[in-house]
């Protein structure tokens, strides 16, 4: 068998198919890698832009057991794009075409390369946008949030990625076209197999093609920073704004007190309106009229004021106000300046049982010894939580175990999850290990050795 370089490969594959384009490592050595900085280690990356393509590629690889690494945007965070030497990288960045938008379904047929941003854009002529919202949404790719069953802003109200899609295409490990392209909502017709592909993490094969659902447009939408004591006083503003009909909630994202502190000290955000040590919910309600909009949430509020123990308050009197306050929740990686590689985790709890979480687990950092404190923050009405350590990464071994207990402590028992949104990639690997039950981690492993008894796609990273 031949010992394959980057170049020898990139060589090797270059004429393969005329819809596949081969970079090798000269070509990508300038590439920005993306959110790992490993994401290229592989040095070769196979672009087609065709399913056919694909097929091709993937039909090589298994016959010269080449393992085979699938990218979307590189946006994720978990590790789950990283690459080594010896593997191909299989970009979905050539297949980028929006091949329909059906306003009077409400659906789109895309190829797995289009970005969020470029579908919301190509969306709006017709009055339509997604029904998912993710910050990264400029380089993230449906394919990619398809693969990690994303979440995002408006899983409160849609639910995530695995809610919106109805149909898809996959090359499968073995060559073969996987299509299912249904554009319905009722399918009755035995295990719905595109399942495996939703939260798969590229393990399953490589999806090309995706029918999901959209909606209208609201763009007649306001923000407001509150000030809260908990989450619990979020969830009564969450709860009265979705009780409204005459506005939409839109978000609700909050911030605890550190995270809040600390980012607007940075961007120069003054909090002078903010009671000491509140934590603050941002909240878009959208309607008819702009006016309408503000005028509800402004009534909304005056009824709350007591009700939710508001503690201050301001709503953005314009559009560029507006960005400055998604500012502070969005660009969220402020911390990382100060804490290289800061450790982060990405957990789900009901939202009733977040301020008992968040007290466990600042208790629960306490007690190691460690002197660690948290960024807390997340999408607070589904009850998603971003924890990121005041620390830099990676954790020393002696305290990882002990750290990962007082995150993970309790989020099965209390109905939630140990992973929420991003996935588990590389760096969730020891938790999926210890918090899901033996009998599903058997179950996934039956399913890949069936669907990819060569463990050719996406090697070492999701343990299935
Ligand atoms: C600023 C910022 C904000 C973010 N906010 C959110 C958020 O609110 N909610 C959320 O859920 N995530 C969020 N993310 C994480 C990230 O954007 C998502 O995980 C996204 O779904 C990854 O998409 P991608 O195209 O970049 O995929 P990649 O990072 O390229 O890949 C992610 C995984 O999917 C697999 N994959 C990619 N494309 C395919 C394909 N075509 N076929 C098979 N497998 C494939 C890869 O192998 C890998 O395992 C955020 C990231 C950043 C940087």
Known sequence: MPHWTANSLADALKDLHPDLRVLGPEALAGRHPGE??????????????????AAALIGWCRANHITIMPQ????????????????????????????????????????????????????????????????????????????????????????????????????????????????????????????????????FGFVTRIVMTVERLRPQRVTALLGVADAASALTVVSHLRGLSAVTLEAAEMMWPRYVKEHAALKGFDLGWLEDDAAMLLVDVSAETQEQAAGQLEEALADLWDRADLKGGIIAQSFEQSRRFWDLREDSGFYLA?????????????????????????????????????????????????????APGPLPKDIKHAVEDAV??????????????????????????????????????????????????????VPF
Not at 41 to 52: I, K, S, W
Not at 409 to 425: D, I, K, L, N, P
Not at 433 to 450: E, F, T
């Open 36 to 53: 790992h900085p490993d994401n290229l280690a592989a040095g070769v990356m196979a672009l087609p832009a065709t399913t056919e393509a």
């Open 72 to 203: 979307g945007g590189t946006s994720g965070l978990v590790g789950g794009g990283v690459s080594r030497a010896g593997e191909v990288i299989l970009s979905s960045q050539r297949l980028n075409r929006i091949l329909a938008i059906r306003p009077e379904e409400s659906t789109v047929e895309i190829e797995a390369g289009v970005t969020l941003e470029a579908l919301q854009a190509a969306l709006l002529p017709h009055g339509l946008t997604t029904g998912i919202d993710l910050g990264s949404r400029g380089s993230a790719t449906i394919g990619g949030m398809l693969s990690t069953n994303a979440g995002g802003i408006l899983a409160f109200r849609n639910g995530v990625m695995r809610h919106q899609i109805l149909g898809l295409e996959a090359v499968l490990p073995s060559g073969e076209i996987f299509s299912d392209l249904t554009r319905v909502v009722k399918v009755s017709a035995g295990p719905d197999l595109k399942q495996l592909f939703i939260g798969g993490e590229g393990a």
């Open 338 to 390: 100060r804490f290289p590689e800061a450790p982060s985790f990405d957990i789900s709890i009901p939202p009733t049982e977040l301020d008992a979480y968040v007290a466990d687990l600042l208790e629960g950092l306490r007690r190691t010894g460690s002197g660690y404190e948290a960024y807390v923050y997340g999408h607070v009405a589904d009850g998603n939580l971003h924890i990121a350590l005041a």
């Open 408 to 461: 993970y402590g309790g989020v099965t028992a209390r109905g939630g999850s140990f992973s929420a949104e991003h996935g588990v990639g590389l760096e969730k690997r020891d938790a999926y290990g210890h918090h899901v039950s033996a009998l599903k981690q058997s179950l996934a492993r039956q399913i890949k050795a069936l669907l990819d008894p060569d463990g050719l796609f996406n090697a070492g990273k």
